[in-house]
């Protein structure tokens, strides 16, 4: 079975320092996809980035890179150059395409940017 | 382009009763999913849908819970009859069809629902 693990509850940064939030992940299947997204208090839930398994460089968007070590089955989020306005929950996310293709969750890490 | 759609936002109701949710999903998105989300958790899925078929029900309560999606466009989440830890947000989502990882799911902004 799939299965996202998210170790970290809670993590502080200082504004315009990076971060980096840790995904680690469980699966047999050889295709799959990770996603990051980010949620705000306001509850919406925000794409940030996305790595395939079979992707042979590291994903990147803007201030948003993904750590992809696939034989330690870990995706982590760095975030550079933090804002005030990072401060939310990040969740990380797995996809099995061969799997009914549905996107399961880890628990969250909430990231405060301290000023 | 215009994002999911969802109603209402919030909604508060006594155990017991019932309620309903509303998702209109991105134009041309066949796949749609609901999903719960209680607080200081991940979002957990309900159920998942491939136009107006069910792909993936097994984590739905079907005791309480119903849903369809008619004409494979909205979709409509009941619970009924609720109780307490049906408290959470409820997500809706779309994305295109296909075996394929990178197809992104994007949500709409959620129905928060308090049991009372």
């Known amino acids: 079975a799939q299965k996202i693990t998210q170790t970290q509850p809670g993590m502080f940064v200082q504004e315009k320092e990076a971060v980096t939030l840790d995904c680690t992940y469980d699966?047999?299947?050889?295709?799959?996809?990770l996603f990051w997204y980010k949620q705000p208090s306001s509850g919406e839930m925000i794409f940030l980035i996305y790595?395939?398994?079979?992707?042979?460089q590291n994903a990147t968007e803007g201030r948003y890179s993904l750590n992809f070590q696939k034989a330690r089955k870990s995706a982590n989020l760095v975030i550079s150059a933090s804002q005030l306005g990072d401060s939310a929950m990040y969740f990380c996310?797995?996809?099995?395409?061969?799997?009914?293709?549905?996107?399961?969750f880890g628990a969250g890490t909430r990231l405060t940017v301290k000023p | 382009e215009a994002g999911v759609a969802q109603s209402p936002r919030y909604k508060i109701i006594e155990k017991r009763q019932s309620v309903a949710f509303w998702c209109n999903p991105i134009?041309?998105?066949?796949?749609l999913y609901w999903y719960q989300q209680i607080l200081g958790q991940g979002p957990k899925l309900l159920i998942q849908?491939?136009?107006?078929?069910?792909?993936?029900d097994s984590q739905l309560p079907k005791d309480r819970f119903s849903a369809e999606r008619l004409k494979g466009v909205d979709s409509t989440l009941k619970i009924q009859p609720a109780k307490l830890e049906d408290s959470a947000v409820y997500l809706c989502?779309?994305?295109?069809?296909?075996?394929?990882?990178?197809?992104?799911?994007?949500f709409g902004e959620g129905s928060w629902l308090t049991v009372v």
């Open positions: 849908f491939q136009n107006n078929g069910v792909v993936d």
């Open positions: 699966t047999s299947d050889p295709s799959y996809g």
């Open positions: 134009s041309g998105h066949a796949t």
């Open positions: 996310a797995m996809r099995l395409p061969y799997n009914n293709n549905d996107m399961r």
């Open positions: 790595q395939g398994s079979y992707d042979q």
């Open positions: 989502a779309s994305s295109l069809w296909g075996q394929y990882s990178g197809n992104t799911i994007y």
